[in-house]
């Protein structure tokens, strides 16, 4: 079996490194994806999808170097499961309410942001390219 997902949306914020125990870099951010569309009544209806994204080793290095919140970027990668139920995270926010959360495990990271835009210093960028599956630890 094989999946991909690919999202390119604007860094909802700058992005946050760790090392796990065993010296890993994993570098998370979040991306925000719109989708708009008009409904019935043919009122243009605009909705943001957040997605979080976790880049490991130096695919995770570099993205936390380079990115910072509002750079347009692309994102090649996989979804990231619930491991107990295969499906989305499910959760209840802090009014009550039920969420579910989207995670994407990055495979490739493209700069999108021209130089100068959102505080980018590059040109398109590619990342990601080359690296090992021996490098990320699931």
Do not use: H
């Given at each position: 079996?094989?999946h991909k997902?690919i999202l390119?949306?604007n860094?909802g914020?700058?992005?946050?490194?760790?090392?796990?125990p065993g010296?890993?870099?994993?570098t998370?951010?979040?991306?925000a994806?719109?989708?708009?569309y008009?409904?019935?009544?043919?009122?243009?209806v605009?909705?943001?999808?957040?997605?979080?994204?976790s880049?490991?080793?130096?695919?995770?290095?570099?993205?936390?170097n380079y990115?910072?919140?509002?750079?347009?970027?692309?994102?090649?990668?996989?979804?990231?499961?619930?491991?107990?139920?295969?499906?989305p995270?499910?959760?209840?926010?802090?009014?009550g309410t039920?969420?579910?959360?989207?995670?994407?495990?990055a495979d490739?990271?493209?700069?999108l942001s021209?130089?100068?835009?959102?505080?980018g210093?590059?040109?398109?960028?590619?990342?990601?390219e080359?690296l090992?599956?021996?490098?990320?630890?699931?």
């Open positions: 079996m094989y997902i390119a949306g860094l914020r700058d992005p946050e490194m760790r090392y796990t010296g890993q870099a994993v998370s951010f979040s991306v994806v719109d989708n708009s008009t409904n019935n009544t043919g009122e243009r605009r909705r943001t999808i957040w997605i979080r994204v880049a490991w080793g130096k695919l995770g290095e570099i993205c936390n990115l910072q919140k509002g750079r347009k970027v692309l994102v090649e990668g996989t979804l990231v499961a619930d491991p107990n139920t295969g499906n995270r499910v959760f209840t926010r802090q009014d039920p969420g579910a959360s989207f995670e994407v495990r490739n990271v493209r700069f021209s130089k100068g835009e959102d505080g210093t590059d040109t398109e960028s590619d990342l990601g080359g090992d599956d021996e490098e990320i630890p699931f």
